[in-house]
């Protein structure tokens, strides 16, 4: 069992940044695909960015519309994920999930969403342009 709970969100401007971090318990994270996904109000959630292990290699991805400006990471030590997003565009406004599932080769934006069966409650993020 994996339990996540979502920090850092709030409200910025255009053009700020934010720092979304992700603590994970109940297990290392070592093992686990982690992503971070989005919801937008009246939209689907979509996968923004994921990060898997392979021996000592972090391979992360990230969708086509937050490339170049969002960067996931994370620190197994700590058991956190993190997501730092600048240069924040309106169309950044939604809900933020952080998820995880046992890495079983299949860890991308577009992994389907049933897949991850671990999920934390959110956090808000608003971009006012």
């Known amino acids: 069992q994996v339990q996540l709970e979502e920090s850092g969100g709030g409200s910025v401007q255009a053009g700020g940044s934010l720092r979304l971090s992700c603590v994970a318990s109940g297990n290392t994270l070592s093992t686990y695909c ?3 996904f989005r919801q ?10 994921t ?3 392979a021996g000592r290699v972090n391979y992360a991805m ?7 400006r969002f ?13 730092q997003m600048d240069t924040l565009k309106a169309e950044d406004t939604a809900m933020y999930y952080c998820a995880a599932k046992l890495n079983d080769g299949r860890c991308a934006t577009d992994t389907p969403l049933a897949l991850f069966p671990y999920w934390g409650q959110g956090t808000q993020v608003s971009v006012s342009s």
């Open 51 to 53: 990060i898997y292990r």
């Open 62 to 68: 990230h969708a086509d519309s937050v490339r170049g």
């Open 71 to 83: 960067t996931i990471s994370r620190d197994i030590a700590k058991n956190t994920l993190y997501l």
């Open 40 to 49: 937008a109000p009246g939209k689907g959630r979509e996968g923004v960015a």
């Open 34 to 36: 982690m992503g971070w």
